[in-house]
């Protein structure tokens, strides 16, 4: 059992990314899938979530309107994707999930993949 986050690195500010979290051995279509962040000297922050489970889903203030979640079930794959980027996403990203619906406490999650570490540059 594997979850797989990737996708970070160097963007200039204004610029896109995508980041994708790997589910192997296990469906991710029965979990709520949920990408943190944590950025140097700060908490880990709740950025996004979506749940096929009961349709719950959520996006951070910090993010709205800039980031989106979609789910490619064949490929077994979450992936996140933000747009006009700004230094203050600097931050290692992180994919979790948990059974049942979104939630944004990261204690809730029981699996969690090795961090990605996205960088904005000004």
């Known amino acids: 059992v594997q979850l797989q986050a990737s996708g970070g690195g160097l963007v200039q500010s204004g610029g896109s990314l995508r980041l994708s979290c790997v589910g192997s051995g296990f469906n991710l279509d029965y979990y709520a899938v949920a990408w943190f962040r944590q950025a140097p000297g700060k908490e880990r922050e709740a950025v996004s979530c979506i749940s096929t489970h009961d349709g719950s889903s959520y996006v951070a203030d910090s993010v709205k309107g800039r980031l989106t979640l979609s789910r490619n079930s064949a490929e077994n794959t979450v992936y996140l994707q933000m747009n006009n980027t700004k230094p203050e996403d600097t931050a290692v990203y992180y994919c979790?999930?948990?059974?049942?619906?979104?939630?944004?406490?990261?204690?809730?999650?029981?699996?969690w993949g090795r961090g990605t570490l996205v960088t904005v540059s000004s």
């Open positions: 979790g999930i948990v059974s049942g619906g979104c939630s944004r406490s990261w204690e809730r999650y029981v699996f």
